[in-house]
Structures are given as structure tokens and as C-alpha cells.
């Protein structure tokens, strides 16, 4: 089921920025050869492997499952498929009567607009985005995310977006502390963290979007329960992504959507793509106004 959201009261615009290991950790992560990287971090080790004719760096992402916390209790499988992706369709950019080509970004540093009219969640699990084919200079597809709202006790009339477990009932604490047992991990081997674990339950803040420009060379694992537009590819040519996931085959736990809806015309939300983006150098560090 697709749920509708409208627009906050004023359209929103947002211009895209290169995609970072840093900018995106709030809602997943960055796959890129650390080799190449300017934004390698101090952690990163390599091993060598193959007779000395390579460097293995492991862990560069973590497939999380969370499908035993699912209503069904179903188990999920890890699915790896394939999507090809045609580039989108841009909106001209078109200036408001009365400003200059002082005001904000003038029209040739605009490639075009992408309207976003549709967010989705996976909420029991993360998906990964690999491009095949494609090199570090090549622009090969935006990255839509936004955090998510706590639920409104006000609308508990309405079916939530997350599938909701019961309520738990609460124990007192001295139950709870007599019944304490050893962490299953010590200390230094607990597992780390999901990005977007524990912010899975309310919609998606459209006032705090934020819109990426990834380039070939990167691939991205979205967090467990991360509000994400569908794939979008920009440029000219079609893309293929290798995608990666677990799925136990019930359309509200593999799947959530929300449509993005406004009462006036102009009202969308868009996002402006910088024409420099289309040719963005290896580092990742194209500048534009943003």
C-alpha cells in the first residue's frame, strides 16, 4: 500500500552535492576502492592476497537482516538481482520573474531539475547498489534520502507505514535485573550499529532531504529502514546495478512507499542538477553552489 504525504507548506528545492563517505553515514554507506579514495579513512587496511597480486579490503559493507523482528516472522533470503536503468527525464530549469543571474544558481550551471515524487523504505533490511561498467568519471546516478519522523500520537487512526510489533509490557526492574545474563559479544567484538536502525517507524522528513551525485566508481548500501527515492539515473546512457538485499517475499516488510503530493502545481520538490556535476573529477570533489 502507497501512502500519500504532501508537500511542507513552501516548495522545497535542494541542489545536489557530491557523493561522501561523510555526508552520506547518516543514512548508509559509500562503497568505493579505498585505493583511489581522497576520503580513505585511518582504519582502512589492506591485505595482501593472490600470490601477492592483490589487496583485499574487507568489510567495506555490512548486509544487515532484521526479518526476525518482522509482524510474519517469516525468515528472509539474501537476493541478488539486476536492475538496468534508463537515465530520467529532467525538468527545465526555469527562472522566477524578477531575478538576475545573481540570484542563487544561473541556468548554465543547471543541467536540469528531477522532480521527487516517490520515497520507499526497506525496513528489515539493507540494499546495495553496485554500477557495472563505469568509471570514476562518469556521472552515473542520483542518491535521494531523508530522514525519518517520529510517529504522531495524533494518528493512530491511520495504518502506519512500519508494520508495528505489540506493545511490550513492562517488567519491573528487578525482574529485569534478575534475570540479567552476559552479553552474548564482548566488549570490543559487539556488533556495530545499522545506519537508520531505531529511526524505522514514522514518515519521511521531507523538510531535511538531501540529494547526491554518485559517480561510477561508487556503489552505496542504504541503512535498514532508510527513506530513499527510487533509482535515478542521469546522463544519457542506460546503467546497470548489481542489487543486493534480503527478502522474505511480503510486499510491507520488503517494501514501503510513500507518494509525494502538493496542493498547487509548482509546489513539487525538486532537485537541481549542476551541469558541472556532469563531469565530476575521480575525487569527487567538483565545487558548486550549493
Known amino acids: 500500500m502507497t501512502l500519500a504525504v504532501k508537500v511542507p507548506s513552501a516548495p522545497l528545492r535542494l541542489t545536489a552535492e557530491p557523493l561522501t ?3 552520506f553515514a547518516p543514512f548508509g554507506t559509500v562503497v568505493e576502492s579505498p585505493s583511489r579514495s ?3 579513512g585511518p582504519s582502512t587496511v589492506a ?7 592483490a589487496l583485499r579490503y574487507g568489510d567495506v559493507a555490512q548486509p544487515v537482516n532484521l526479518y526476525d523482528r518482522a509482524p510474519s516472522r517469516l525468515s528472509a533470503k539474501l537476493v541478488m538481482s539486476m536492475f ?6 529532467l525538468l527545465p530549469e526555469v527562472k522566477p520573474i524578477g531575478t538576475t543571474a545573481g540570484d542563487g544558481q544561473s541556468q548554465g550551471e543547471v543541467e536540469g531539475l528531477f522532480p521527487i515524487r516517490i520515497l520507499e523504505r526497506h525496513p528489515f533490511t539493507t540494499q546495495t547498489f553496485i554500477p557495472l561498467g563505469l568509471s570514476s568519471s562518469d556521472t552515473s546516478y542520483l542518491v535521494i534520502v531523508a530522514p525519518t519522523l517520529p510517529l504522531s500520537r495524533g494518528r493512530e487512526a491511520r495504518p502506519p507505514p512500519f508494520p508495528l ?3 511490550r509490557k513492562r517488567r519491573p526492574l528487578g525482574e529485569i535485573l534478575s534475570r540479567a545474563r552476559p552479553p552474548p559479544f564482548p566488549e ?3 556488533p556495530a550499529p545499522s545506519p537508520g536502525r531505531g529511526r524505522r517507524k514514522g514518515l519521511p522528513d521531507l523538510k531535511n532531504l538531501r540529494a547526491f551525485i554518485a559517480n561510477g566508481s561508487q556503489a552505496i548500501t542504504y541503512g535498514v529502514g532508510t527513506w530513499h527515492a527510487p533509482m535515478a539515473v542521469v546522463g544519457k546512457s542506460k546503467v546497470e ?5 534480503y527478502s ?6 520488503d517494501c514501503q512507499e510513500v507518494e509525494i503530493t502538493a496542493d498547487i502545481v509548482d509546489g513539487m520538490i525538486v532537485a537541481a542538477i549542476p551541469r558541472i556535476g556532469f563531469q565530476t573529477p575521480a575525487n569527487g570533489e567538483f565545487k558548486a553552489k550549493l
Do not use: K, M
Open 165 to 167: 510489533p505489540e506493545p
Open 38 to 40: 581522497v576520503h580513505r
Open 241 to 245: 546495478f548489481v542489487v543486493v538485499q
Open 47 to 53: 591485505v595482501a592476497t593472490n600470490q601477492g597480486t
Open 188 to 190: 570490543n567484538a559487539s
Open 248 to 253: 522474505n517475499g511480503v510486499t510491507e516488510e
Open 84 to 89: 538496468i536503468c534508463s537515465p530520467r527525464e
Open 21 to 23: 563517505p561523510s555526508a
